[in-house]
Structure formats: C-alpha cells, structure tokens
C-alpha cells in the first residue's frame, strides 16, 4: 500500500498530495536551484504528473535550460515558497521541492545532481552518489 504524501508552502495557500510511488529523490546543486531556493542546493524527488494533485494556484518561472528545453519553476505566489520544477524534457514527471513537505525527514536523497556546481560553503553530500549519466 502506498501512502499519500502531503506537503505545502510557507502559508498554507497551496498544498498538494500524491499517492504515488516517488521515482527517486536528489540533492541538485546547479545554480538555477541555487537562485530559485536561496540555499546551496535543492533537495527534491520526482513523481508522476498526472498522479500530483495541487489545491490552491501556483505561479511558475519560465527559463531555458543549457540543453534548450525550456523549464518551469512553480512557487507560491503569496509567500514565495519554491514547490515544484518541471522540464519539458520529461513532461510526464513533477520535481517537488522536499522541505515543503509535511514530514521532511522520510526524504531520502540517493544521488548529487550538479556536484561541480556546489559552493564551497555547502559541499555535495559525501554518503551520496554522483548523479547517474
Ligand atoms: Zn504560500
Ligand atoms: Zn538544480
């Protein structure tokens, strides 16, 4: 049985749920995460889009990625919160950020994504993999 996941943003204007299975969870130190989180890195994990069910509207920052596919930065529009990061590279899975969810520590990252990218002052995570290429 899966359970349902549930999570939100700073001030409860949006919130979302899935059952689905989570197909798997990173740390991405690139500089889009960077900018779009404040911290070092984002801290995220990928399910299914059409089993992500969102209440409440999110906005979402357009911008291309290196490989030319344009990428979508959802955060909530009232307290700013980054939710959700979507590519249309894979337009069939959904990346949530994992600090918005409701219980943060059942994430359970198993790979860095972007380790060259890291700042000094907040290195990859050494018990983790380097991202599968
Ligand atoms: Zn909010
Ligand atoms: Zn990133």
Redesign the pocket.
Known sequence: MTETIQGGCACGAVKYQTRAEIEFSFN???R??QRATGGGH?SAFAVPAVEFEISGAIKEFASPSDNGAVTYAGFCPECGSPLTSRTERFPERIYVHAATLDEPSKFRPTFV??AEAAQPWDLPNDRLADAPR
Do not use: E, L, M, T
């Open positions: 991405c130190h690139c889009k995460c984002s994504v972007f």
